[in-house]
């Protein structure tokens, strides 16, 4: 304080020490005004900066141009019934540009087109020079382009991780697995199954968090499910067929162990997924199944109880109906019992068992074992069966043999697993099923005594009949050969056949079938012959001792393929 005092008192004695204070306090002035300005200056630049930063940060996706989060696409793994993983999502990067930042679009084409060759110049280009905020230029890039990309230095370029969907066992189960889109949502085959499950729900509402999506488990057996895929790819090239298909059925639970048909695709790069002959044969095919059909002749004929094993029909001449004349192929020229009726394949015998049907008793009993209905399963790509609108005497004489309707395989085989298992149809499934589930939805169709009287016939054929080729030492196989041939320009072609063969194993105490087909086979050599039994009948038979251990199936040699005569009553 008393400084103060005298430093004041000092100021107001010296004149000449006012004026050098008034004139530092001016100078100070100027310099505070100086950096209050350029303190103002920075921060509005800092404002600024800092106001569209929180802009940027509160505009949606879609207001910026930029494609919505894909958190939301992922999906459930798909594993077989023993865990065998068949579908999974992996990590991949997407590239886009932004083209208001693409300073020469020519440049960063022919750099791009280093890395990505099939890159289309002119739709990049457009895409480039739009202005836009964001547009896509290649989808699920591997990481080596990912980095080939990176090292190019183009300015204007991004990534975003997407997800993608694997499929580790590539075309082997292509048609049950299925496929997805660039969006990963399911197209076809399970994965499409599944979306309509409710994942497609989640993923909307952005609930589809991978941690919580459990494994959807297949009744498929990876295993078998490879040794078919194998077997019909042989078979088509071995016998210069368009293409080729099996399936392996649980006759107690209605199961899908199995099924393929080639040609197919590589779900991983599904290129040619498209294509005209790239089609699941199985179960979206529709065809004319020739002589497997007698089968069901024979069980409705059995059933009906107006015919029994004993029973003989006169199978010395053709028949005449209308303009068409009813022959059989090995023609044996005289009366034949059913057994009889069923391994010589006789079209004449079939028919008159028709007869003693009945028109409307034929129609019924097929509708009753599904196949002429909509088969109902999970799987999407399932063809509906075609039949006369109207059926007359002459359809269901044609139809006793296998012409005049048409039907999937797989319907063919859940029928004829009715047929074998005691009498119950059993709708297929490409799920894991208990017995129990099995049961709950099992229908009693045909007798059990009518089902043991197949099982003879079965065992009979291929002891005796057409059968024969597909026998595998120790596994009892019964079944039956189907050639017909087909239609082409409203005609039945000659020299085109559609063939098949319908197994079941062991006989004794069936536990699966196996149907394969052939499809516009040919003679595997020069002096050979193309029916069922060259080809759908040795696939058939290869697939059985391939995977019949896998299956849990024991071989037996105590009484190999004897067919134990049932009653004749």
């Given at each position: 304080m008393i400084g103060k005092l005298l430093r004041r008192a000092s100021k107001e004695q010296d004149p000449g020490s006012i004026i050098v204070d008034g004139a530092r306090k001016a100078t100070g002035g100027k310099a505070r005004n100086r950096v209050l300005m350029t303190m103002a200056v920075f921060f509005s630049i800092y404002a600024t900066i800092a106001g569209r930063l929180v802009y940027l940060g509160s505009i949606d996706n879609d207001a910026s141009g930029a494609p919505p989060s894909r958190v939301t696409t992922s999906r459930p793994d798909i594993v077989d019934r023993n865990g065998e993983l068949l579908a999974t999502d992996i990590k991949t990067a997407s590239l886009y540009?932004?083209?208001?930042?693409?300073?020469?679009?020519?440049?960063?084409?022919?750099?791009?087109?280093?890395?990505?060759?099939?890159?289309?110049?002119?739709?990049?280009?457009?895409?480039?020079?739009?202005?836009?905020g964001f547009v896509w230029l290649q989808r699920q890039l591997t990481p080596k382009q990912q980095n080939d990309i990176m090292q190019l230095g183009v300015p204007g370029l991004g990534f975003r991780t997407e997800k993608r969907r694997f499929y580790p066992s590539g075309s082997t189960s292509a048609y049950i697995v299925g496929l997805t889109n660039i969006d990963n949502q399911g197209i076809s085959g399970m994965e499409k199954y599944i979306?309509?499950?409710?994942?497609?729900?989640?993923q909307l509402s952005g609930?589809?968090?991978?941690?919580?999506?459990?494994?959807?488990?297949?009744?498929?057996?990876?295993?078998v499910q490879h040794i078919v895929h194998d077997e019909i790819a042989v078979g088509m090239e071995k016998y210069h067929a368009i293409a080729a298909g099996a399936v392996v059925l649980n006759v107690k639970t209605g199961e899908v162990l199995a099924m393929a048909s080639v040609p197919d695709f590589d779900p991983n790069n599904p290129y040619n997924a498209q294509d005209k002959d790239r089609l699941n044969r199985m179960s979206a095919g529709l065809y004319e199944m020739g002589s497997t059909f007698k089968s069901f002749t024979t069980a409705?004929?059995?059933?009906?109880?107006?015919?029994?094993?004993?029973?003989?029909?006169?199978?010395?001449?053709?028949?005449?109906?209308?303009?068409?004349?009813?022959?059989?192929?090995?023609?044996?020229?005289r009366w034949l019992t059913v057994p009889e009726v069923f391994i010589y394949s006789s079209n004449i015998?079939?028919?008159?068992?028709?007869?003693?049907?009945?028109?409307?008793?034929?129609?019924?009993?097929?509708?009753?074992?599904?196949?002429?209905?909509?088969?109902?399963?999970?799987?999407?790509?399932?063809?509906?069966?075609?039949e006369p609108k109207v059926w007359k005497q002459v359809h269901s004489i044609t139809?006793?043999?296998g012409h005049g309707v048409s039907t999937t395989p797989l319907q063919t085989a859940v029928g004829c697993a009715a047929l074998v298992n005691g009498g119950y149809l059993i709708e297929p499934t490409f799920l894991a099923r208990t017995q129990e589930e099995a049961n709950a939805v099992a229908k009693k169709v045909v007798s059990e005594k009518t089902s043991d009287a197949m099982r003879y016939v079965y065992a009979l054929n291929a002891e005796k009949g057409s059968g024969r080729n597909a026998r595998v030492p120790g596994y009892r196989v019964g079944g039956k050969t189907g050639t017909a041939e087909k239609v082409v320009n409203g005609r039945y072609s000659k020299d085109k056949n559609f063939n098949a063969f319908v197994?079941?194993?062991?006989?004794?105490?069936?536990?699966?079938?196996?149907?394969?087909?052939?499809?516009?086979p040919k003679a595997e050599k020069p002096g050979m012959g193309a029916?069922?039994?060259?080809?759908?009948?040795?696939?058939?038979?290869n697939i059985i001792a391939r995977s019949a251990a896998l299956l849990g199936v024991k071989p037996d040699f105590s009484h190999e393929n004897g067919a134990t005569l049932v009653s004749m009553e």
């Open positions: 540009a932004e083209p208001r930042h693409i300073v020469d679009a020519d440049e960063a084409i022919e750099k791009l087109a280093t890395v990505l060759p099939e890159i289309d110049y002119e739709q990049t280009y457009n895409k480039l020079k739009s202005g836009a979306d309509g499950q409710g994942l497609s729900d989640l609930l589809a968090d991978p941690k919580d999506l459990a494994p959807v488990k297949l009744s498929i057996d990876l295993r409705m004929a059995l059933d009906s109880g107006k015919v029994s094993l004993s029973t003989k029909f006169d199978a010395t001449r053709p028949i005449r109906i209308g303009r068409q004349t009813i022959h059989d192929f090995h023609g044996k020229g015998g079939s028919a008159k068992e028709a007869e003693a049907v009945g028109i409307e008793g034929h129609r019924e009993f097929l509708h009753r074992l599904g196949i002429l209905e909509k088969m109902q399963t999970e799987l999407p790509e399932v063809a509906r069966p075609t139809i006793a043999f197994a079941a194993f062991p006989m004794d105490d069936p536990q699966y079938i196996v149907l394969t087909i052939a499809d516009e029916t069922a039994a060259s080809n759908a009948g040795i696939i058939a038979r």
